[in-house]
């Protein structure tokens, strides 16, 4: 590109206010006031009290586990309400904000410092894997409410699906069976079935290849 094109292409680009008017769109409560946010009456889906014996019982009893006490961990989220299912693998890092609000199908692993953000339901389908330190948002706030309104917005995890390392799952999103999102991925829209995802935002690079089971 031409110095010229350059030039032409940024004095297109949107220029920012002046100082006046900054000032006088940045008066108070103009776009948020956050001494007007509440938490709406049984946004958590159990009462205050319980929340907090949860979070002790995360601290105390579920992170301090040892690596091969999956069972124990897995007791723990159903006794708070949880689906949990047959042979799940839950590292004792994983942060679970309300696990009444949480599905985790059989066979899905759920690695070390993953964090199920479940202000919403999160839904996890049978043999997924959820790979260390991604990041599952269920929830978020309306930005164009002055009280910043807090909302829970479902994410759903289908069947066989593999969220490598370090992957940001927007509030709200869907992943179909069979996704596969690559390491440091931003998913911000639902993706389709049995594509492999990749990028910021995740954008599709190739369909998945169906596998045939070895035997050993």
């Known amino acids: 590109m031409s110095q010229l094109s350059a030039c ?3 004095s297109a680009m949107p220029q920012p206010p002046a100082s006046a008017d900054v000032e006088a769109m940045t008066e108070h409560g103009r776009y948020q006031d956050l001494s007007q ?9 159990r009462p205050g009290w319980y929340v907090q014996l949860w979070w ?3 601290a105390l009893l579920f992170r301090p586990s040892p690596q091969i006490a999956y069972g124990w961990r897995r007791m723990l989220l159903r006794w708070f309400g949880a689906q ?12 679970v904000t309300y696990p009444w609000k949480v599905a985790i199908g059989d066979h899905a692993w759920i690695g070390d410092e993953v964090t199920l953000y479940s202000l919403g339901e999160i839904d996890i389908g049978a043999h997924s894997v959820v790979s260390q330190k991604s990041y599952i948002c269920a929830g978020d706030h309306d ?14 995890i289908g069947t066989q699906v593999w969220i490598a390392s370090d992957v940001f799952v927007a509030p709200g999103v869907t992943i179909a069976d069979g996704v596969v999102v690559g390491a440091r991925s ?3 829209r639902s993706l389709q079935k049995g594509f492999v995802y990749v990028g910021n935002p995740a954008r599709p690079v190739k369909s998945r290849n169906v596998g045939e089971l070895r035997s050993a």
């Open 37 to 45: 946010f509440k938490v709406p009456a049984g946004f958590r889906g």
């Open 56 to 58: 002790v019982v995360q």
């Open 84 to 95: 949990v299912g047959v042979g799940a693998i839950i590292r004792p890092t994983v942060r």
């Open 8 to 10: 032409r292409d940024a």
């Open 143 to 156: 930005y164009q409410s002055v009280e910043f309104a807090i909302r829970g917005r479902p994410v759903r």
């Open 186 to 188: 931003t998913v911000l």
